[in-house]
């Protein structure tokens, strides 16, 4: 079972809807990490938040908004998806904050599709 | 800027057989090395990790790999695979322990 928790596991939105994709760890990480993977890649870093502030933004779209409310949580915020921002959703964590060099710990992400 | 190369795009060994997924990073100090694994449908899952000492690392699963400075590799073995290891392993680093850097990864097919 992986320590971080992501919910839901999988959604299905039109390019008009607002939903919030959520993550969850409670090893006491300091550092949370949202990716975007699309089929048969690598996961490409989205946002970094290193002692609940927002650290590195990867120049996302504004349709993608992060929220980190406390240590333990990470939502990202979703409006006026495209259809090309169809893919698994991955967060993470890591012990220290960003830049400490420790691995990072995945959750199974959310499957999100746009019609 | 720092990179990581996984050569092998796909891979199919025997299970029982012996394996060896090769990664090659370019950061000039010394990196932070990571494999991941992740199956369908799956995050990834950490199989082991390398900072420094000694540079034979051993990690979950029955897997290992080594650091070989003068190569600039971080190649990743298993003596005798198993079905269930057929998934999709990715070779990371944070060469400037800022940012987590994947290779394309390598997609581990196995026969019976």
């Known amino acids: 079972d992986t320590e971080v928790t992501q919910t839901p596991k999988h959604l299905v939105m039109g390019m008009t809807n607002k939903k919030s994709l959520k993550c969850e760890q409670h090893?006491?990480?300091?550092?949370m990490y949202w990716y975007k993977q699309k089929a048969k890649k690598p996961p490409e870093l989205m946002f970094v938040y290193s002692y609940e502030k927002l650290s590195i933004n990867e120049s996302v779209p504004s349709r993608f908004s992060p929220e980190c409310p406390n240590s333990s949580l990470l939502n990202l915020h979703l409006h006026a998806l495209q259809p090309e921002d169809s893919a698994l959703y991955l967060c993470?964590?890591?012990?220290?904050?960003?830049?400490?060099?420790?691995?990072?710990?995945f959750g199974d992400g959310t499957r999100l599709s746009i019609l | 800027a720092q990179s990581v190369t996984q050569p092998d795009i796909h891979i199919t060994v025997s299970e029982g057989a012996s394996l060896e997924l090769r990664c090659n990073y370019s950061y000039g100090a010394t990196p932070y090395l990571f494999w991941y694994v992740q199956s369908p449908g799956q995050g990834l899952q950490l199989l082991l990790k390398y900072f420094s000492g000694d540079t034979l690392v051993q990690g979950i699963k029955g897997f290992e790999a080594e650091f070989k400075r003068s190569q600039s590799s971080f190649n990743l073995r298993k003596p005798s695979v198993h079905w269930s290891d057929a998934a999709e392993y990715f070779c990371a680093d944070t060469g400037t322990a800022s940012k987590l850097t994947f290779g394309t990864g390598t997609r581990l097919q196995v026969t019976l």
């Open positions: 090893m006491g990480h300091r550092a």
């Open positions: 993470a964590s890591s012990q220290g904050g960003q830049g400490s060099g420790q691995p990072q710990h």
